[in-house]
T-cell receptor, first 113, second 107 residues
Framework: EAGVTQFPSHSVIEKGQTVTLRCDPI?????LYWYRRVMGKEIKFLLH????????ESGMPNNRFLAERTGGTYSTLKVQPAELEDSGVYFC???????????FGNGTRLTVT | GIQVEQSPPDLILQEGANSTLRCNFS?????LQWFHQNPWGQLINLFY???GTKQNGRLSATTVATERYSLLYISSSQTTDSGVYFC?????????FGKGTRLSVIA
């Protein structure tokens, strides 16, 4: 089966611009997660979807971040407007059941200049 | 929430050496995974191991859930093993990651 796919692999934008990251989970996986790792720090949880519903968004840093999963398939994470501290690697993961193995995508490396 | 501590934070090995990475966690967990983040930033799932022992080639992992720790063994290390190794756990919360062990294997 195809793995978790993330687009783009890299993005370089200027402060104040908008960026949209996309994640396609493994087919049949209802659970979709966003994580990020900023500048060598820990990998931090952002939010969790079960199908199209936000189950937990306690990790979203502020209202500049908006995640959607319309139709319960792919998900997008929009950062608007981007700030320098948003630079890092954004990972998406999916699992069939909550508590099951999480499968991660290759990440999107975001650089805000 | 659950706290995850990994040790050592940094490790330098000569190619061919063996190593043990440790992960301690503060509460009961339903899931524990070991990941390898390679130099290209990709996060590779190594083991799903909430308890017991598993082996995959030169890598093996043991989790003692009752004592709240897990160990990752790397034998006959190779330069391609370099990168950051993360332990991540979940109880009733989303997966929580430790800070990682940065491994450098030199030829």
């Amino acid at each position: 089966e195809a793995g978790v796919t993330q687009f783009p692999s890299h993005s370089v934008i200027e402060k104040g611009q908008t960026v949209t990251l996309r994640c396609d989970p493994i087919s049949g996986h209802d659970n979709l997660y966003w994580y990020r790792r900023v500048m060598g720090k820990e990998i931090k949880f952002l939010l969790h979807f079960v199908k199209e519903s936000k189950q937990d968004e306690s990790g979203m840093p502020n209202n500049r971040f908006l995640a959607e999963r319309t139709g319960g398939t792919y998900s997008t994470l929009k950062v608007q407007p981007a700030e320098l501290e948003d630079s890092g690697v954004y990972f998406c993961a999916s699992s069939r059941d909550r508590g099951a193995t999480l499968h991660f995508g290759n990440g999107t490396r975001l650089t805000v200049t | 929430g659950i706290q995850v501590e990994q040790s050592p934070p940094d490790l330098i090995l000569q190619e061919g050496a063996n190593s043990t990475l440790r992960c301690n966690f503060s509460d009961s967990v339903n899931n524990l995974q070991w990941f390898h983040q390679n130099p290209w930033g990709q996060l590779i799932n190594l083991f799903y191991i909430p308890s017991g022992t598993k082996q995959n080639g030169r890598l093996s992992a043991t989790t003692v859930a009752t004592e709240r720790y897990s160990l990752l063994y790397i034998s006959s290390s190779q330069t391609t093993d370099s990168g950051v190794y993360f332990c991540a756990v979940t109880g009733n919360t989303p997966l929580v990651f430790g800070k990682g062990t940065r491994l450098s294997v030199i030829a």
